[in-house]
């Protein structure tokens, strides 16, 4: 059977979750706290997400996120015993009349790179790639960190963030941040995953260290090596700001979307 969700399936979602993603490119185990705050950052609505269900067990999902008009897939995984029967599809259509429905006008997901079969899976569905991303870890700690008393200034910002880094998805968060910084640059960090959605400097005041400082001060917040995800492959000069700090490149992404 295939259904909408609830918050009482939530459970088994983190089941399947776990499940399904165990063997992928990245495997990823999240703990259900892990999960459900991931979950929350980006928006999960259960009635727009769904599932097919062998009486209690979830064997595929497709988790749902809306912000506005745009919808976002948090996470489409199929356990290895149901997978090539088609199920990934029937789940994508599904979730297209349900965000129709609730009046969204497009949807967007990110599928690594590597992943050449999610990928043509997408394409079939009628989603465009719209840009790429680079992934990246830093792990070098600051003897004098910047303080927590900047705000979040997104007039700085070069290009937008990606959906699970943008302000809405930071703002949506129960886990702890803390923004460091000044009035001339900030950096959103959270210590329990080393999570860094944001960081930004005045266009007046880069080229001076500013943003080596907040690298290094989010690092010692932490106190563990920083998640860097979806850098936009077109801010050439945030990438070049990232290797010369001493960052290391793991995986890409390729952001796609469909209008619904």
């Excluded at 967007?108 to 719209?130: I, M, P, R, S």
Aim: aromatic fraction near 8%; proline fraction near 4%; hydrophobic fraction near 40%.
């Amino acid at each position: 059977m295939i259904r909408t969700l609830t918050h009482a399936d939530f459970d088994a979602l983190h089941a399947a979750f776990v499940e399904a993603f165990s063997d992928y490119i990245v495997p990823m185990k999240p703990t259900r706290e892990q999960l459900a705050e991931m979950f929350t950052r980006r928006g999960y609505v259960p009635d727009v997400s769904v599932a097919k269900f062998e009486d209690d067990r979830i064997v595929a999902f497709t988790a749902n996120c809306i912000d506005g008009t745009r919808a976002y897939d948090s996470g489409t995984g199929v356990v290895p015993s149901y997978r090539r029967s088609g199920l990934a599809r029937k789940l994508m259509e599904r979730s297209f009349e349900l965000l129709r429905e609730r009046g969204c006008t497009e949807y967007v997901l990110e599928v690594l790179e590597q992943n050449e079969k999610a990928h043509q899976l997408y394409l079939a569905c009628g989603f465009n790639e719209t840009r790429r991303f680079q992934c990246w870890t830093f792990d070098r700690q600051s003897s004098e960190p910047m303080r927590d008393s900047a705000l979040i200034a997104e007039h700085w910002w070069t290009i937008a963030p990606s959906w699970q880094n943008s302000t809405s998805s930071v703002e949506r968060a129960r886990d702890t941040k803390v923004i460091l910084g000044n009035r001339d640059a900030y950096a959103i960090v959270f210590p329990s995953n080393g999570d860094l959605p944001q960081l930004a400097v005045s266009p007046h005041t880069r080229r001076i260290g500013l943003g080596t400082r907040l690298l290094e001060s989010a690092a010692t917040v932490a106190g563990k090596p920083l998640r860097i995800i979806n850098v936009d492959d077109r801010d050439t000069g945030i990438a070049r700001f990232l290797e010369k700090a001493g960052a290391k490149k793991t995986v890409r992404q390729i952001e796609m979307m469909k209008p619904l």
